[in-house]
């Protein structure tokens, strides 16, 4: 992973976002933490399994051809709203959900270093689950990198081997985050986005533009029924 610390690598993530600047206020911690219990963790991995709820829920996505995709998937509500409960006592103020997104990975798969955009101000990856193969025992876990910023602008590189349960909490506009390639036969994973309800400055983040796209498209269809 040391690679991906390198200076020409790291140029992308110099040009900051505006929002950025309120982590000052609003500051998360990077840290590994366990919101869910094993059975949870492994009740959620089936359930992204499962063919009748990929059929219904699951979608394409173009950056994993291989993997499905659930966005919003409305069974996970109540473990958003868990670790929320879970989160809060990390976090120097209150919090509302902006949107979840999960994935099932699948071997070859991997997560180029990156920060997400202003939905993501507060952001969770829990792991629920894996498939093992030769390459991935069990035990063993698809590591997950962050580079963790101080206010001097010193980073510090943080891995986290997740296994089912746990997950990584972190600035997701801030902290650039990053998967190599993933060796085991399947991975469910989860992301849970937050942000501060401070309206002022967040209401354009609390609503998340895929979420807006949808609903914007679905009042679309139903004015062409009517």
């Known amino acids: ?30 840290k590994q933490i366990e919101p869910f219990t094993t059975a949870e ?6 359930m992204l399994k499962d063919p009748d709820i990929q ?29 929320k409960q879970h989160i809060r006592p990390f976090l120097d103020f209150d919090i509302v959900e902006t949107y979840r997104y999960a994935r099932l990975y699948g071997m070859g798969d991997k997560l180029d270093i990156h920060v997400d955009r202003g939905a993501c101000f507060v952001s969770v990856s829990v792991c629920f689950g894996y498939d093992y193969n030769d390459f991935l025992k069990p035990g063993q876990a698809w590591a997950l ?47 849970f986005h937050y942000v501060p309800t401070d309206d002022a400055v ?4 609390m609503e998340d533009t895929e979420t807006k796209k949808k609903r914007l498209a679905e009042a679309g269809g139903e004015a062409k029924k009517n």
Request: proline share 9%; net charge negative.
């Open 1 to 30: 992973f040391h690679g991906y610390a390198r200076e020409e690598e790291m140029k992308f993530y110099k040009q900051r976002l505006p929002i950025i600047s309120e982590y000052e206020r609003y500051p998360v911690p990077v």
């Open 41 to 46: 963790a492994a009740d959620a991995y089936a």
């Open 55 to 83: 059929k219904k829920h699951g979608e394409p996505d173009k950056t994993y051809p291989g993997a499905v995709c659930y966005y919003n998937l409305p069974p996970m509500a109540p473990l958003a709203e868990k670790l």
């Open 145 to 191: 990198g962050a580079l963790d910023r101080k206010a001097d602008d010193s980073e510090t590189e943080i891995i986290f081997n997740l296994q089912p349960g746990q997950g990584m909490l972190y600035p997701g506009c801030s902290a650039p985050h990053w998967r190599d390639v993933f060796l085991g036969q399947h991975c469910g994973q989860a992301f």
């Open 202 to 205: 967040f209401e354009e983040f």
